[in-house]
């Protein structure tokens, strides 16, 4: 076995040595790219399949390696985390045995198999779709219909509990390029990341527009940079024109609006089960908890589907009436948790009803809390109880699902 391969190789070497683009004809060509794009998948297969047995013995160690994953990476010319997704795919194939078979046919990339394993491992019904999938839809179609799959759920703890991951998960990163131009990379939950693109598409074509008037033109990507750099550190040019044309005072005060696609049984149910969506077109999966929180500051739309068609289309609108907005103002100056004195950065909370159900903005069924505990009450099972000056927050069965306490306070003195 080991025989062939080497003898394989060599002729693949030997190929190379002498391979001259030029001296073939286009059509010659393709036919040689797609079998070098075949035999990539091969190799890949051949990378999934033996690591793990690889990396069982003392070899990386014996090298100096700190891990298993360190040598991968040194082998391969790749990076840690990359060696890592494939021990993990192949942990994963040992029990969807068709996504094996496919791979072993040289059917899959490395690219579609590490996302139908990360898919299919907590869903192995899905494997076959997924296969079917990867057969007759773009890499980005079989993503989006893996985090489908992965968004399924058997009970509403359940969606939170992932989603909830993500949000313990987020971060911001950033690195130079050898250029010296500045990189940036972050990880969102899908709420947090559509509410960003939305305010981030108004000020970006804001500036499009001012350029445009101006006679500049540049890519949509440029007007985005520039978007995200004046949403940061400056004065948005959108958030300067609404205010220049405001004309009401009941007016959303961030501009952005939220899309929500949801199937009707999965907004009564409380969660999404497959076959059923719920999610924000362009962004990915949320759990059903987030079509029934509070948005502050945004406005939603929400689509509720009935099979293919969209039955009703329903405007959100979180805004609270200015006179009802400042009694609560007065009423409740920090978060109406006991021992929380937070008073920046407080959001309405509909306590008795969700908005979802009740359609009202009232101030008997509104209190101001911090952003912090809010994600509790939405996402942790939490619920708040009582009523003005007697509030009291209930903790869910079984206590605190969050893995951190509150934010600790800072010396304001």
Known sequence: MLADLLD?????????????PERVTTAQAVEVFEVFAELERLVVAGKVLYSGRATQGTAWRDEGHRSAASWMAEKTGSGVGEALAVLETAEALQGLPETTEAL???????????VI????????????SLLETAAGHSLKGLRERAAQVRATATSAEEEKARYLAVHRARYVRHWADPDGAFRL????TALDGAKFLSALGAEADARFDAARK????ESPAAYSADALVALVTGEPMAKSRASKSRSSKTTRSSGTTVCIRVDGSALVRGHAVAGEVCDIPGVGPVPVAAVRSQLPEAFVKILVHKGADVSTVCHVGRTVTAHVQS???ARDPVCVVPRCDVAQGLENHHWEVDYVVCKTTSL??????????????????YELVGAP??????????????????PPRRDTG
């Open 364 to 381: 008997a069924g509104l209190a101001r809390v911090c952003h912090w505990h809010h994600g509790l009450l939405t996402y942790g099972g």
């Open 214 to 217: 101006a006679g500049e033109h």
């Open 117 to 128: 394993a990360g898919a299919a491992a907590s869903h192995p019904a899905s494997e076959r």
């Open 327 to 329: 009694a609560l103002e």
């Open 104 to 114: 072993r046919r040289g059917q899959l990339s490395a690219s579609q198999v590490k």
């Open 185 to 188: 990379d972050a990880k969102l």
């Open 389 to 406: 000056g007697s509030w009291e927050m209930r903790a869910p069965p079984g206590g605190d699902r969050f893995e951190t306490g509150p």
């Open 8 to 20: 394989a190789r060599r002729r693949i070497v030997a190929h190379l040595a002498e391979a001259d």
